[in-house]
């Protein structure tokens, strides 16, 4: 048998956003179209009053505290069986990690809660891609349970807002002074965001009523420049063909694509021409960074968990901050949260370092 | 699986395959820019780099001089790196801007991502393969095989493998080629000559 193609299950783990502490909290605040931005005094670097999706009640010590109120939902809806198993692995997915404790180890604090107070058993494993970590982190979970070398994967996307970032993104230009507008005529750039979400990948069913099932994903670089997005989308286009290839898919069966969609000039500009390359047009696609912001490394696992919540409710989320096409290339892009079959679902990402990564979902 | 070849860089020192090519200078106070030149290289773009990216690039372009990279389609070559301080170097430039110069710089922050390397590669050799970046507390020849033998299992023909690290403490790039043919791998090789063989 290929082992590309055995079975990976994804089931619910925890989602803890400014929209909510739990996922169903975040799907009631999605189907309102509830937006998690707000802007905030004094945030930029010369006092700007940036909007940002910042989670309030976290007063301090921000990473750990995100981490640990993941915990709650995990021991929920994932049994401790499975957590504290030998058989489990973690992997986070992060770009900054505990980034307030810098110079010291921003990474070290993650791992030792992980093991001390949620007792998982082997050494978590961390991706830092830049804002493609949570789906390559995904697409790694798939390969390790392929490989049996682990009945069960939790990954979890984290990053909490800090000055270091906002005050970067700042410098770069690319933060928008109003709430993120994806893909629309008007953006002008990001905001940022933060949050912590948990899935876990199986290989077998851990949730009887609903059931998804992990295709495959895959990687790929644009070779063009380390923080400008590609003219061509050739990274992107690559990527999804390859991930269309291994997962035995064609992509007229597509039912729904959740892109990355910054909000920046280049970056969606860059999608549109990805996915009018590849004639993907037509299908409904939309992206989230107008309810969540974009939260870097934990926004693949975010987006993904919002994918899981399409497809058990055959739901699609309106691209929010989105109402008038500003791409060169037209998309089809969801303006009504609105009832439609979802079986098959591509999930994109891009980012710094000229990273893509791609990876199909089917509904079981 | 097979190793095609390795390469370590240390700032005293350049060994490849396990055999020392280089004894660099003490008294240089750009060691990594006298590699460079002693490379007889041109590639502008290098001296752009924050440090982390210019000792991937330096390892890349010792391996360039040991094999023909041109045998790899553009998608054929998986870059899987690792270190275990991430991008501290240029992390600590930004903390140093906004909290002590306080200024900011777009061309310092746009290097603290640790995966920024791995992109700088994809550019310099036009690569459009996979790539990923992992933080590990130490490097980890085991874990870098799993990693290989994932992408092989896709059908992936080679991977290049990095440890890059630069910190207040350290500088090292060690790189490993694996090619996906038959022949015996032997990891404690690898492990020689890419971490045992620190600075003297």
Redesign the interface.
């Known amino acids: 048998m290929d082992?590309?193609l055995k079975n990976v299950y994804l089931s619910y783990g925890a989602l803890v956003t400014p929209l909510g502490n739990t996922v169903e909290e975040n799907f009631a605040a999605l189907q309102e179209g509830k937006s998690g931005i707000k802007k905030y005094t004094n945030s930029g670097?010369t006092n700007e009053n940036w909007p940002l999706a910042k989670i309030e009640q976290i007063s301090e010590n921000r990473f750990d505290t995100l981490l640990r109120a993941s915990f709650i939902e995990l021991n929920q809806k994932v049994p401790r069986t499975i957590i504290n198993s030998s058989n489990t692995l973690v992997i986070i997915s992060t770009?900054?990690?505990n980034?307030d404790v810098?110079?010291n180890?921003?990474?070290e604090s993650g791992i030792e809660i992980l093991k001390n107070e949620l007792g998982v058993v082997n050494?978590p494993?961390?991706?830092?891609?830049?804002c493609i970590s949570g789906v390559?982190a995904i697409n790694?979970a798939a390969?390790y349970i392929?490989?049996e070398?682990f009945k069960d994967v939790i990954v979890i996307g984290i990053d909490v807002i800090s000055?270091?970032v906002v005050?970067?993104?700042?410098?770069?230009?690319a933060i928008s002074e109003q709430a993120a507008k994806p893909f629309d005529k008007e953006r002008t750039g990001i905001t940022l965001g933060e949050g912590v979400a948990i899935v876990l990948l199986s290989s077998e069913k851990r949730n009887s009523e609903f059931s998804v099932k992990y295709l495959n994903g895959?990687?790929?670089?644009?070779?063009?420049?380390?923080?400008g997005p590609s003219r061509t989308g050739?990274?992107l286009v690559?990527s999804i063909q390859k991930t269309l290839v291994?997962s035995h898919i064609n992509k007229d069966q597509i039912d729904f694509i959740s892109a990355h969609g910054t909000g920046t000039i280049y970056n969606d500009e860059m999608e549109s021409i990805a996915f009018d390359r590849l004639t993907l047009n037509s299908k409904p696609i939309n992206s989230l960074k107008g309810y969540f912001g974009h939260t870097l490394g934990a926004a693949g696992v975010i987006e993904t968990i919002v994918c899981l919540l399409s497809m058990e409710h055959n739901l699609i989320f309106k691209s929010l901050g989105y109402s008038s096409i500003g791409t060169s290339k037209i998309l089809n892009l969801i303006t009504d949260t609105s009832q439609t079959q979802v079986n098959i679902v591509l999930k994109t990402a891009s980012g710094?370092?000229?990273?893509n990564a791609s990876l199909i979902l089917i509904k079981d | 699986m097979k190793v095609v070849v390795t390469c370590s860089i240390f700032p005293n020192k350049i060994v490849v395959n396990g055999k020392q090519l280089l004894s660099i200078p003490s008294n240089e106070a750009d060691w990594k820019k006298w590699v460079y030149s002693s490379l007889n290289i041109e590639y502008p773009k290098f001296h752009k780099m924050d440090s982390l990216a210019k000792l991937a690039f330096l390892g890349i372009s010792v391996l360039e001089q040991e094999i023909d990279f041109s045998t790899y389609k553009d998608e054929e070559v998986g870059l899987i790196f690792a270190n275990k301080s991430s991008s501290y170097s240029s992390d600590n430039k930004h903390f140093i801007n906004y909290t002590q110069k306080k200024m900011v710089s777009p061309s310092d922050f746009v290097y603290t991502l640790p995966n920024i390397l791995t992109g700088e590669i994809a550019i310099f050799k036009k690569w459009y393969g996979e790539n990923v970046f992992f933080i590990h507390k130490q490097f980890d020849i085991e874990f870098f095989i799993e990693q290989v033998e994932f992408l092989f299992n896709k059908g992936i023909k080679a991977c290049l493998c990095g440890w890059i690290e630069s910190n207040d403490k350290s500088e090292q790039a060690s790189l490993f080629l694996i090619e996906n043919v038959d022949g015996v791998l032997l990891k404690e090789e690898i492990l020689k000559e890419l971490i045992i063989n620190k600075i003297d």
């Open positions: 082992t590309n670097f770009t900054k990690a980034i810098f110079p180890d921003t990474f050494e494993i961390i991706v830092s891609n830049a390559v790694l390969d392929r490989s070398k000055d270091f005050y970067g993104f700042q410098s770069l230009y895959s990687s790929s670089n644009d070779a063009n420049h380390i923080s050739e990274g690559r291994r710094f370092g000229g990273g």
